[in-house]
């Protein structure tokens, strides 16, 4: 089961997970990014992400399909935020599951590092005395 969203609203992690989960799996790893409240020593007051949706709901897809390919896992769920995000919100939400758990930590990690390079997806940073326009790969 492949399962990839982008949201305006806060990610359910625990939807997530219960998507994931699975009798034949005996491992599911998760992998949650958030808001931190620095960056490089600068205080940072909220994140602002934008995307090119239909192509990156299509490259969340492709990596999704990918990591199934590769790993042998059973299910992955992607889901990503959009918009504006305070410190400590929830920006990424990957869980995998599988028969065991190297595999489902490979395709965790596969997953959320082919995202950080591939996904139009973009994050604005805004601090207290001014703000930068990032991908979201950093």
Known sequence: MIDVKISAEPLDITTCIMKTTDTECGGIAIFIGTVRNK???KKVIRL????YQ???LKEMKKIAADAVRLSGIKNITIHHRMGILHIGDSAVVIAVSAPHREAAFDACRYAIDTLKK???IWKKEVFEDGEVWVSAHA
């Open 54 to 56: 239909s192509m990156a």
């Open 48 to 51: 602002e992400y934008e995307c």
């Open 118 to 120: 591939t996904v139009p």
């Open 39 to 41: 960056t490089n020593a």
